[in-house]
């Protein structure tokens, strides 16, 4: 997503929604890495708690349903959904809705998390009953992991109390649910076969961002973009290296990223022509030096020669 929003045509007409994407998902990677401090003080138990992130498990043929973190013990499940929001949030479970406040910002209504929450359980039981697994009472939490966001509740208190915490209260929490279910549930047997389902059946999203966008090669900014002021004016090679004309920067590798970018979004291969028009350059054997200066692998074929970047 990164690597999309840097090289989308601003008057794309699904740019924003690149550009809010790419803030969902940094948002969500910087909340799981606060999470996993959090998680390393987990309480002991013997077995310890088995840890999934991002498990992704079919739903039906044709659908897939995904939790930010599982937590499996032979007594009971977690699910831990993970909310990096910022500003005044104001749960209203009765609308299904968080309104969230930020400063300068209009107020925004957000999914109700503890619903989704809900709904991943429910898929969660099916899943397990599908695979003639021995059902176990599940748990389920929405972990707040911005330490500067403030909760507040506009209805059914009770309902947010018990599934909204924030990151610092999850140990507490945890050594609760293992009060209150003190009897084993899973045999070992049991407990491995869970486990390893949950390996098995875990299946990554294989969408691409260029296919969710509707994006096409042309709609990408061609060009190397200098890396000290990150205009999108491209660089220009000149006597072996390329010079930003915006800010006078000179480098000799700045065309690494761009090709990154390109293996990215376009084709982890590319010739020498395709490269001359990404990189803007006239000569053949300019981009030649520079394809293989990057360390990147050939292939000859009856097409030609297609080289393999490295990422």
């Not at 708690?49 to 349903?65: A, G, N, W, Y």
């Not at 929001?85 to 104001?90: D, E, M, N, Q």
């Not at 059914?156 to 649910?177: F, S, T, W």
């Not at 549930?185 to 076969?193: A, F, G, P």
């Given at each position: 997503?990164?690597?999309l929003?840097?090289?989308?045509?601003?008057?794309?007409?699904?740019?924003?929604?690149?550009?809010?994407?790419?803030?969902?998902?940094?948002?969500?990677?910087?909340g799981?890495?606060?999470?996993?401090?959090?998680?390393?003080?987990?309480?002991?138990?013997?077995?310890?708690?088995?840890?999934?992130?991002?498990?992704?498990?079919?739903?039906?043929?044709?659908s897939?349903?995904?939790?930010?973190?599982?937590?499996?013990?032979?007594?009971?499940?977690?699910?831990l959904?993970?909310?990096?929001?910022?500003?005044?949030?104001?749960?209203?479970?009765?609308?299904?809705?968080?309104?969230?406040?930020?400063?300068?910002?209009?107020?925004?209504?957000?999914?109700?998390?503890?619903?989704?929450?809900?709904?991943?359980?429910?898929?969660?039981?099916?899943?397990?009953?599908?695979?003639?697994?021995?059902?176990?009472?599940?748990?389920?939490?929405?972990?707040?992991?911005?330490?500067?966001?403030?909760?507040?509740?506009?209805?059914?208190?009770?309902?947010?109390?018990?599934?909204?915490?924030?990151?610092?209260?999850?140990?507490?929490?945890?050594q609760?649910?293992?009060k209150?279910?003190?009897?084993?549930?899973?045999?070992?047997?049991?407990?491995?076969?869970?486990?390893?389902?949950?390996?098995?059946?875990?299946?990554?999203?294989?969408?691409?961002?260029?296919?969710?966008?509707?994006?096409?090669?042309?709609?990408?900014?061609?060009?190397?973009?200098?890396?000290?002021?990150?205009?999108?004016?491209?660089?220009?090679?000149?006597?072996?290296?390329?010079?930003?004309?915006?800010?006078?920067?000179?480098?000799?590798?700045?065309?690494?990223?761009?090709?990154?970018?390109?293996?990215?979004?376009?084709?982890?291969?590319?010739?020498?022509?395709?490269?001359?028009?990404?990189?803007?350059?006239?000569?053949?054997?300019?981009?030649?030096?520079?394809?293989?200066?990057?360390?990147?692998?050939?292939?000859?074929?009856?097409?030609?020669?297609f080289?393999?970047?490295?990422?």
């Amino acid at each position: 997503m990164k690597a999309l929003t840097r090289r989308a045509r601003k008057d794309h007409w699904r740019y924003q929604d690149i550009v809010r994407e790419h803030g969902i998902k940094q948002a969500g990677y910087k909340g799981e890495q606060s999470l996993d401090y959090y998680m390393d003080f987990l309480p002991k138990t013997n077995p310890p708690f088995s840890i999934f992130q991002d498990l992704r498990l079919p739903h039906t043929k044709e659908s897939f349903f995904q939790m930010d973190n599982t937590l499996l013990h032979p007594n009971f499940m977690l699910i831990l959904e993970v909310k990096n929001y910022k500003g005044t949030l104001s749960f209203d479970p009765k609308f299904q809705q968080v309104i969230q406040e930020v400063e300068n910002n209009p107020l925004l209504s957000l999914p109700d998390p503890i619903l989704q929450v809900k709904m991943q359980e429910m898929k969660l039981i099916q899943w397990m009953k599908s695979k003639n697994l021995p059902l176990l009472p599940i748990e389920r939490l929405i972990v707040m992991v911005n330490p500067k966001a403030v909760i507040k509740v506009d209805s059914l208190h009770g309902l947010v109390e018990r599934h909204v915490i924030k990151a610092p209260a999850l140990h507490d929490r945890i050594q609760n649910y293992l009060k209150k279910y003190p009897d084993q549930i899973l045999s070992k047997k049991d407990y491995k076969r869970i486990s390893s389902l949950f390996i098995k059946e875990d299946t990554p999203s294989e969408t691409s961002p260029i296919i969710q966008f509707g994006i096409i090669p042309s709609d990408i900014i061609p060009g190397v973009f200098c890396q000290r002021c990150i205009t999108t004016s491209p660089m220009t090679w000149h006597h072996g290296k390329w010079l930003c004309k915006h800010c006078s920067f000179v480098s000799a590798t700045a065309h690494l990223p761009a090709l990154e970018d390109y293996a990215l979004l376009i084709s982890p291969t590319i010739n020498n022509k395709e490269l001359r028009r990404y990189l803007l350059l006239d000569k053949p054997h300019t981009a030649r030096r520079i394809i293989q200066s990057s360390g990147a692998d050939y292939i000859n074929s009856t097409q030609g020669t297609f080289y393999t970047i490295k990422i």
